[in-house]
C-alpha cells in the first residue's frame, strides 16, 4: 500500500513538472514570437504618423474655437455690447525632429484673442472678428509605444 502510495505521489509529481516546463515554453515561445514581430518603426512611418496627428490636433484646436465662440460672454457697454473668445490660425507648421533616437514632434501655429461687437448681441454674433492679441504657440510631442503622446 505504502509503495503504491510512493508511485502516485512520484506520478503526480511528475506531471505537474512537466507542465510546468510545458507552460513556460508556450510562454517562452510567445514572447519570442512578440519580439520578432515587433519592428522599431522606420523614421518615414514615424513621420507620417506625427502628419496624421498634428491634422488631428488641429482639428482639436478648431472644435475649441468653435466652443469658444458659443461661449462668448457679452458684456453690455453704452454703445453697445462686446465679447471676446480665443481662436487659432489654420496656417501651422509639423515638424518631427530626431527620428532615429527618441522623435519629437513640434506643432506650431498662433493662438489669436479676437472681439466681437455689435448695437445687441445678435448683431455682435454675426460681425466679423477683430484680432486684439495673437500669441505664437509651439507644442511637443514624444513617440512612445509607437504613437504620439500629448
Known amino acids: 500500500m ?17 507542465g510546468m516546463v510545458q507552460a513556460k ?14 519592428k522599431k518603426p522606420t523614421p518615414e512611418q514615424i513621420d507620417a504618423a506625427f502628419q496624421t496627428f498634428c491634422q488631428e490636433w488641429m482639428q ?14 457679452w458684456n453690455t457697454k453704452p454703445d453697445g455690447v462686446q465679447g471676446e473668445y480665443v481662436g487659432y490660425t489654420q496656417d501651422h507648421t509639423c515638424v518631427v525632429k530626431n527620428e532615429d533616437a527618441d522623435p519629437v514632434g513640434k506643432i506650431a501655429y498662433q493662438e489669436v484673442r479676437y472681439e466681437k461687437r455689435g448695437a445687441t448681441i445678435v448683431e455682435a454674433e454675426k460681425s466679423l472678428p477683430r484680432p486684439v492679441e495673437a500669441t505664437a504657440v509651439t507644442e511637443l510631442f514624444r513617440f512612445e509605444k509607437d504613437k504620439w503622446i500629448y
Not at 25 to 38: D, I, L, P
Not at 60 to 73: F, M, P, Q, T, Y
Open 25 to 38: 515554453t508556450v510562454k517562452n515561445h510567445k514572447a519570442a514570437a512578440k519580439k520578432q514581430t515587433t
Open 60 to 73: 482639436k484646436l478648431a472644435v475649441r474655437e468653435h466652443d469658444n465662440i458659443s461661449n462668448i460672454k
Open 2 to 18: 505504502r509503495f503504491v502510495t510512493i508511485v502516485i505521489l512520484f506520478a503526480l509529481a511528475f506531471a505537474a513538472t512537466t
